[in-house]
């Protein structure tokens, strides 16, 4: 294998992760990957049935910091997708680049465990319910940085609506508009 992956290196051949941002279908009008998650900027936010203000609003939500991902883009409008899997369209400056995420258990009234470090083995700090909101500081592919109010630590990342499986987020001090993936640069090993 290590033989195969030299020469494929010396050949010039790159080894890209399954999902990689460069990879990823963009959007036509911000070039940002589609799909991809956001939140919500605002405590409303309309949430229309399509892509512009003649078309009646399906719901309201009413949850500024809530995570959605972005499906489509028509002009200034994103078609988005919540936690719940409900879609509608919504203009573009009501959503952050903001990343945040909701708790999901594997049972229905589950507690999800809040570790204070990236390791089962870690002490458990608290359990979140099902829907507790937080922000996303960083992910490794398998745990996330979570944050809210009143709690800090680490959830296991398939246990949160967020961040996709295996992604890596790094936000660190700054909001970062969109995912920081492990993919090399076209044309670079």
């Given at each position: 294998m290590a033989?195969?992956?030299?020469?494929?290196?010396?050949?010039?051949?790159?080894?890209v992760p399954a999902w990689c941002a460069s990879d990823a279908p963009t959007g036509s009008v911000s070039g940002l990957p589609i799909p991809r998650f956001v939140s919500l900027k605002?405590?409303?936010?309309?949430?229309?049935?399509?892509?512009?203000k003649d078309q009646e609003v399906r719901?309201?939500?009413?949850?500024?910091?809530?995570?959605v991902e972005v499906t489509a883009e028509f002009e200034n409008w994103r078609r988005i997708r919540d936690w719940e899997g409900a879609e509608g369209w919504v203009y573009h400056s009501l959503l952050s680049?903001?990343?945040?995420?909701?708790?999901?258990?594997k049972l229905?009234?589950?507690?999800?465990?809040?570790?204070?470090?990236?390791?089962?083995?870690?002490?458990?700090?608290?359990?979140?319910?099902?829907?507790v909101l937080g922000a996303l500081k960083t992910c490794n592919?398998?745990?996330?940085?979570?944050?809210?109010?009143?709690?800090?630590?680490?959830?296991?990342?398939?246990?949160?609506?967020?961040?996709?499986?295996?992604?890596?987020?790094?936000?660190?001090a700054f909001a970062a508009p969109a995912p920081i993936h492990e993919c090399p640069v076209q044309g670079r090993a």
């Open positions: 033989a195969l992956m030299l020469a494929a290196g010396m050949a010039g051949i790159q080894s605002s405590d409303r936010v309309n949430a229309r049935s399509g892509p512009n719901w309201v939500y009413t949850h500024a910091g809530m995570p680049g903001k990343r945040t995420a909701t708790v999901v258990p229905k009234d589950e507690l999800v465990p809040l570790f204070e470090k990236a390791n089962v083995d870690s002490p458990v700090s608290a359990r979140l319910q099902p829907g592919g398998a745990w996330c940085q979570f944050s809210g109010k009143g709690f800090e630590g680490y959830v296991r990342q398939e246990r949160l609506w967020g961040a996709y499986p295996n992604e890596k987020v790094d936000l660190g």
